[in-house]
């Protein structure tokens, strides 16, 4: 879910939900709906929707529960069910996009090591 956290935070709330929608990713159907959930009490609240921008989007560990797998030969394993909490928080602001930082490939020149041809 923290990869689909990074992607929508600090943009505008329009357009993060429309890129959590393209996005093919579990984590990222959940937090739209975090997100919807977030946009709807905004507008009650009586916040401009075009204007908000997504501030936060904190995923935090959940309680984790505990089943049993069954194994061969009458074993049981232990299966962990690992679950998040999801904080989305919306706010009014100025368009904000995180910078995109391209990583600075060095080109190493080859210097040619020609071999003496023995007469």
Same mark, same amino acid.
């Given at each position: ?43 009650? #609240? ?6 908000? %921008? *997504?501030? @936060? ?5 959940? /309680? ?16 962990? #069910? ?6 989305? %928080? *919306?706010? @009014? ?5 995180? /910078? ?20």
């Amino acid at each position: 879910m923290g990869l689909v956290a990074d992607i929508v935070r600090k943009r505008p709330a329009i357009d993060a939900v429309a890129i959590l929608q393209v996005t093919n990713k579990k984590g990222a159907r959940i937090i739209a709906k975090v997100l919807k959930s977030a946009l709807a009490n905004a507008k009650i #609240k009586g916040l401009d929707e075009s204007k908000l %921008i *997504v501030k @936060e989007v904190l995923t935090d560990n959940g /309680p984790t529960m505990k089943r049993i797998f069954p194994r061969s030969q009458g074993r049981m394993d232990r299966m962990l #069910k690992r679950t998040t909490h999801v904080t989305v %928080i *919306v706010a @009014e602001g100025k368009k904000v996009v995180n /910078p995109v930082i391209a990583p600075v490939v060095e080109e190493k020149s080859k210097k040619s090591k020609s071999k003496a041809v023995k007469a």
